[in-house]
Structure formats: structure tokens, C-alpha cells
């Protein structure tokens, strides 16, 4: 069983930066990919960012140029570094984690809300 830590996630002004991160534990798993997906209001879950097994990076277009992707394989901790943030990047984010058993694990979301 996979358990995550987060960060808390939080009120940003149009135009700021936040830091995102998310931690794996638990036993008997090895992961193989980590990623970040968000759900606006109203709308349905996306992928945004991801790092899989080849350890590419892959962004959605919305977010391309604005968000980093990173991931720390000994801590088994992905992080997403979004700069330059829009109210339209008002979701929650939920990280993801694949493992060798190809199950995935999702974490229990943060809630983001750009505004000023």
C-alpha cells in the first residue's frame, strides 16, 4: 500500500509561483513513475505533468513553459514547481505513482486557487 505525504497548497496571485510536492511511502513497492493531474471546477481530471519509467518529461500544452516536473527517485518525492500561474490554474492537483505492478496510487489532493 502506497501512502502520500503533501504539501499544502494555498491561495496565489495571479502572476506568483507555488511548490509542490508529494512523497511515497509504505513497503513492499517500487515505483516506476510519478505524475501530477489536476480537476478544475466543473471539470474532469487532466494530466498535466509527468515523469514516467523512461524519465522524460511530458506537459500538457496548457501548462508547457510554466511548470517543471522534478522527482527525487531515493525519496520517492515528485515535486511541480509552477511559475507564472493564471486563474484558469485553479484545480486541485492530485499526484500519481505507478508501480512495477502497474497499480496506481493517487494522493489526496491540493487545492490551489489563483486570484487576486
Known amino acids: 500500500q502506497v501512502q502520500f505525504v503533501e504539501s499544502k497548497g494555498g491561495l496565489v496571485q495571479p502572476g506568483g509561483s507555488l511548490r509542490l510536492s508529494c512523497a511515497a511511502s509504505g513497503s513492499g513497492f517500487s515505483i516506476t513513475g510519478m505524475g501530477w493531474y489536476r480537476q478544475g471546477p466543473g471539470k474532469q481530471r487532466e494530466l498535466i505533468a509527468d515523469?514516467?519509467?523512461?524519465?522524460?518529461?511530458y506537459y500538457a500544452e496548457s501548462v508547457k513553459g510554466r511548470f517543471t516536473i522534478s522527482r527525487d527517485t531515493a525519496k520517492d518525492t515528485v515535486y511541480l514547481e509552477m511559475n507564472s500561474l493564471k486563474p484558469e490554474d485553479t484545480a486541485v492537483y492530485y499526484c500519481?505513482?505507478?508501480?512495477?505492478?502497474?497499480?496506481?496510487?493517487w494522493g489526496q489532493g491540493i487545492q490551489v486557487t489563483v486570484s487576486s
Open positions: 500519481k505513482a505507478v508501480t512495477t505492478e502497474v497499480r496506481a496510487y
Open positions: 515523469l514516467g519509467r523512461s524519465g522524460n518529461p
